[in-house]
């Protein structure tokens, strides 16, 4: 993309897009996981490392070893065969509940990911290395009350749903 200032008859080169870090985390009521931040795209393979690596690997050990409930949206990556059987073969133990492809409302780690961005931006990162241990930082700092009030939200949540007949709601 070239952008043009009024008084320069050059255009200036801009960056069309920027570097950006993707982060997986997991909540609980007891806790979060650690995050697993990457810069490349992912998709079904990539996914099932993650998996492999942040749930299986500890997945007995995960929260202290208390009950959790596996949770992730409708994305192709989640869904796709690949993922699907190797949880199925892999993962036995975690409990899992299927839930509607798009629904945020039903999701409290969005509302965590907007609390950590806005916590994020507000320090006003300059390097994509500064970006990365902001986010972690950030990350660690996340108080323990705030993933409980989080998780406690889930009836209200499902309730506000049923009541709007699956339409969007204010979580």
Do not use: C
């Amino acid at each position: 993309m070239w952008t043009e200032r009024a008084d320069q008859v050059d255009p200036l080169p801009t960056v069309k897009h920027p570097p950006k870090l993707h982060v997986w985390a997991g909540i609980s009521y007891f806790g979060k996981t650690e995050l697993y931040v990457f810069t490349g795209n992912m998709d079904a393979e990539f996914y099932k490392g993650i998996l492999k690596e942040r749930l299986v690997a500890d997945g007995t050990r995960i929260f202290g070893g208390r009950r959790w409930l596996f949770q992730q949206d409708g994305d192709p990556k989640h869904t796709s065969r690949l993922v699907q059987g190797w949880l199925e073969r892999h993962a036995r133990f975690i409990p899992k509940k299927d839930w509607p492809a798009n629904s945020p409302d039903l999701n409290p780690i969005e509302n965590l990911w907007a609390y950590l961005q806005d916590r994020v931006y507000a320090r006003k990162p300059r390097t994509l290395g500064g970006l990365q241990r902001i986010i972690e930082e950030e990350w660690e700092a996340i108080p323990l009350e705030k993933l409980r009030r989080l998780v406690d939200s889930m009836p209200r949540r499902l309730a506000a749903v049923q009541h709007n007949q699956g339409g969007s709601t204010s979580y």
